[in-house]
């Protein structure tokens, strides 16, 4: 597998202060450089920009995926697998709303993960994984 480099992404939210607060204390996120208007993250290695936009977002669509219903868009991180454990526990002593409840996909088989979805305050989707075995990433 070839080195990994950082992600830029860049999302709208309605409530500047109210998303640097769940990002930054929330989910653990530092807080890099930032105006009135938007706020750098160091999201897991990644730079995340949340840019406020007056407006809420319209209404996401989902896909039916293991019988559950996946937020389209998302987005998020592949963590290791213990880490992805104490980041889910960390979200529920924050008490954060699942949209999809931590669980685990393909148990036993090639490319198992676990995986849990929620959403920030702007209504930004956001997944976290984590593979039991890394080299299945892209496994078929």
């Known amino acids: 597998m070839e080195k ?9 939210v309605h409530d500047l202060e109210k998303n640097r607060t769940f990002y930054r204390d929330t989910l653990g996120c530092s807080e890099g450089r ?24 319209e209404a996401s ?11 389209v868009p998302h987005f998020g991180v592949v963590l290791a697998w213990q880490q992805w454990q104490d980041f889910a526990k960390r979200l ?24 849990l979805f929620f959403k920030d305050p702007s209504g ?7 593979f039991k075995n890394i080299d299945q990433l892209f496994a078929k």
Do not use: C, M
């Open 4 to 12: 990994l480099h950082p992600f830029h992404l860049a999302i709208p």
């Open 124 to 130: 930004n989707a956001l997944e976290f994984k984590a």
């Open 61 to 71: 669509i989902s896909n039916p995926v293991d019988g559950k219903e996946v937020p």
């Open 34 to 57: 930032s105006s009135d208007h938007w706020v750098d993250f160091n999201f897991f290695g990644h730079q995340l920009v949340i840019h406020y936009k007056a407006s809420p977002k």
């Open 92 to 115: 529920k002593e924050y008490k954060i709303q699942f949209v999809i409840e931590p669980y685990i996909r393909f148990e036993g088989e090639v490319g198992e993960q676990a995986t």
